[in-house]
């Protein structure tokens, strides 16, 4: 055999033992696993050529996830259910910690919120039936929500020191549901990040946190309009971001013709009336879940105030005529796919005394 | 010096490549399945293109998925809102409908969706 013949033997062997290896290789894609947690639907959108990283990431959201609900659920046994237990006594106890840093965190969004946050009133929320996955009316009596409203539980009301607690109002019955969701999923992408995770979202009924990019590109997020139909805005998110949506459309029932919907104003006792939705876009998925419920309620007078004094910049607000109220900074994010009626921009206040602290850990 | 045998080497070699690659890194199927989950596990996978109806037992009660015309919906399902049958039916990748109480997640899978991820 000819030199010339093995040299040439030799290259079709390096090309094809090249492309066997290239084709062995895989490319980065989007992992996408959807579930049922946390009471409600979560995907994971995860970006890595790590097959196998995808699952246990995958996995270890799902744990982390039920693990959650489960402490955390104010109407199920549980830690949360033995905190609010104990609080009804007004005795003094150690409190769970599974429950105490959200609980503490609680206290300081609602202050921020002036009350507009009231996880204490969490009576009034079963009193309508929230509590429920499938809330079906009729509305309670006036008498029974003025009952709840006339002992005023608030935050301020849960004392704690270490790990100490009690409740100086024993109508005070926690439910963390406009905060856990957020702080939930800022724990487990941080769980995620550990694990080796750089591009994900994760969502949370319609709630996501987000890190990174796939590729070249950042994530694209479509914002649903309110009415249900089609797509509102789009928002590519930037580095590591969290977008919470609060609307009524998303746990209510219908009587007599009207919706009744979940977000309770702590004012009235009743559903808060003049706002569709509230989108907000922030570096902490908890304080973005707070403020998106917070906003709702403070509606289309109050918003930039409490927006303020919570330190969020991002902020979509969508009024009962379907006019779009934005912070300048919001402005700039949202792409608009469906023409909005009418768009107000609205830059927050100067010189609010921000009550918003160091986010937490 | 190139003789005519190694060009034909260098042809068929490039050939190669270029099959391995349309073969491994073209872009997925159009949309054209629909996935059913039942709590955590994935219970059906089925072409969109096949009318059928199917029943999925749940905590709640039964589920049904429809599907017709290159698209599915939830045709019934026990939540007393109807949510899930409000979703209509989803002809669009990344489309899906969900009964909570039920714990179905009914969804089409396809081609990449303008969106990675829906806020709402």
């Known amino acids: 055999m000819s030199r010339a013949i093995l040299h040439r033997a030799a290259a079709v062997l390096a090309i094809l033992v090249t492309t066997a290896l290239m084709a062995g290789c895989e490319r980065p894609e989007i992992h996408r696993d959807r579930f049922i947690a946390f009471g409600t639907i979560v995907e994971l959108n995860i970006y890595t050529a790590d097959r196998e990283l995808a699952r246990t990431a995958a996995e270890a959201v799902r744990a982390d996830l039920d693990y959650m609900h489960g402490a955390w659920h104010a109407w199920e046994p549980g830690p949360m259910g033995r905190t609010n237990q104990l609080l009804a006594t007004g005795m003094e106890f150690s409190a769970n910690p599974s429950v105490l840093p959200l609980i503490i965190e609680a206290k300081r969004l609602s202050e921020a919120t002036e009350g507009l946050f009231n996880p204490a009133l969490g009576e009034l929320f079963a009193l309508w039936g929230f509590q429920s996955d499938d809330p079906q009316g009729p509305p309670p009596d006036e008498a029974e929500i003025q009952a709840i409203l006339e002992q005023q539980p608030a935050m301020d009301d849960v004392w704690i020191d270490g790990i100490r607690m009690r409740s100086h109002n024993t109508a005070v019955r926690l439910d963390l549901g406009a905060y856990a969701k957020g702080y939930g999923l800022h724990q487990a992408m941080e769980h995620l990040k550990d694990l080796g995770v750089e591009n994900a979202i994760l969502n949370a009924g319609g709630d996501l946190r987000a890190i990174g990019r796939p590729g070249n590109r950042p994530w694209r997020i479509g914002v649903r309009a309110p009415d249900g139909q089609g797509v509102l805005a789009a928002i590519d998110t930037k580095g590591d971001e969290a977008i919470f949506t609060s609307g009524d459309y998303e746990r209510y029932f219908m009587h007599e013709g009207e919706r009744y919907h979940h977000i309770l104003d702590p004012r009235t006792g009743h559903p808060a009336r003049g706002t569709r939705s509230v989108t907000v876009i922030h570096d902490h998925a908890a304080e973005a879940d707070v403020a998106s419920t917070a906003l709702f309620i403070a509606g289309t007078d109050d918003w930039p105030r409490i927006a303020a004094r919570l330190g969020i910049e991002k902020v979509m607000l969508i009024d009962d005529a379907g006019v779009v109220h934005m912070t300048p900074a919001m402005e700039k994010r949202v792409r608009f796919e469906t023409k909005p009626k009418d768009r107000i921009i609205t830059p927050l206040p100067d010189g609010q005394d921000a009550a918003s602290v160091a986010p937490p850990a | ?120």
């Open chain 2, 1 to 120: 010096m190139i003789t005519r045998a190694d060009a034909l080497v260098i042809l068929l070699a490039c050939g190669l490549v270029a099959s391995t690659y349309a073969w491994l890194w073209s872009p997925g199927a159009p949309a054209s399945q629909v996935r059913v989950i039942s709590g955590n596990e994935e219970v059906a996978r089925l072409p969109l293109n096949e009318a059928r109806q199917l029943e999925i037992s749940g905590p709640a009660g039964i589920t049904v998925v429809e599907i017709a015309d290159g698209a599915a919906r939830c045709a019934a399902s026990p939540g007393s809102q109807g949510i899930c049958q409000s979703a209509g039916w989803l002809r669009r990748a990344g489309d899906m409908a969900v009964s909570l109480p039920n714990r179905v997640i009914i969804e089409v899978l396809g081609d990449e969706s303008e969106f990675d991820s829906m806020n709402y």
